[in-house]
Each structure stands twice: as C-alpha cells, then as structure tokens.
C-alpha cells in the first residue's frame, strides 16, 4: 500500500509529460468484430521501479527544497517511507535521486526535467514542488505511528 502511495507524487508530476511521450495514435474507428478479451488481471507493482520511484520522488523534493520551493518535512516523509518499502538495487536508488536532485523526473521509464513538466501542464515548477510536497505530507497522516 506504502509503494503505492510513495508513486502517487512523482505520477501527479509526470504522468502527462510521460504518457505524451509514449502515445500512439488509436485507429479512427474499431474493427467491426474485435474478439472478446478477457479483462487483464491487474499488474502488480514492481519493487524496484517503485524503490528507484521514490528514490527519484526523495531528488526531486530535495531539489524543490534547495530551490526554496518546499520544506524539509516532506523529505523527513519520504526518507520514512522509502525505509517502509522493500530496498532495492542502491546504485540504482543513488542514481535516480541524483536525477532528482537536479530536477529529473523519472518514472515509469521515461524522464523530464520539472521545469518542462510544469510546463507541459500550464504550471510552474514551484506550483508542482508544491503539491509534491502537499500530497508527501498528506501521506505522512496515513504512516503508522513511529
């Protein structure tokens, strides 16, 4: 639930930036008689994306907060639950909070800078700090006690 959760920011940031870059056009009309499909069984999650996820998610809120956009206890929020969810590969972690820390969005295999996300959003990049930030804090009231 926490791996969930700890992705909800970093996908509010750049799930259009991202889901842009990977469009395909959809053909104007359906074929007449498309074959019954099963419904696909939902995916699970995949702890290491979400562990570099929300490596990349504890970047960008340090390269919010060094922008003067956010403060800290919202990285205090995300170092807890990056500590609740299964650790995955550390050099993989380091690199994608690098990226965030100089303001790369990373998920879901694509990358963008926040400054175009925001953009691509009719947004600024403090605005989208902001509810980084707002929607990481909110979490925290979910975190069982410590």
Do not use: H, W
Request: overall charge negative; proline content about 6%; aromatic content about 2%.
């Amino acid at each position: 639930m926490i791996r969930k959760f700890s992705l909800l920011a970093v996908l509010a940031v750049c799930a259009t930036p991202v889901l842009a870059q990977g469009e395909v056009e959809a053909p104007l009309e359906a074929p007449a008689e498309a074959p019954a499909e099963a419904p696909a069984a939902p995916q699970q999650a995949d702890p290491a994306a979400a562990y570099e996820a929300a490596r990349n998610q504890l970047g960008i809120l340090k390269f919010c907060n060094a922008q003067g956009f956010s403060g800290e206890e919202a990285i205090a929020v995300q170092e807890r639950m990056i500590g609740m969810i299964p650790a995955g590969d550390a050099a993989a972690g380091d690199a994608a909070e690098a990226k965030g820390t100089e303001g790369v969005v990373s998920a879901m295999g694509a990358e963008v800078s926040l400054a175009d996300a925001a953009e691509q959003q009719g947004t600024t990049a403090e605005a989208q700090c902001q509810q980084i930030e707002s929607l990481v804090n909110e979490l925290a009231t979910q975190l069982p006690a410590e």
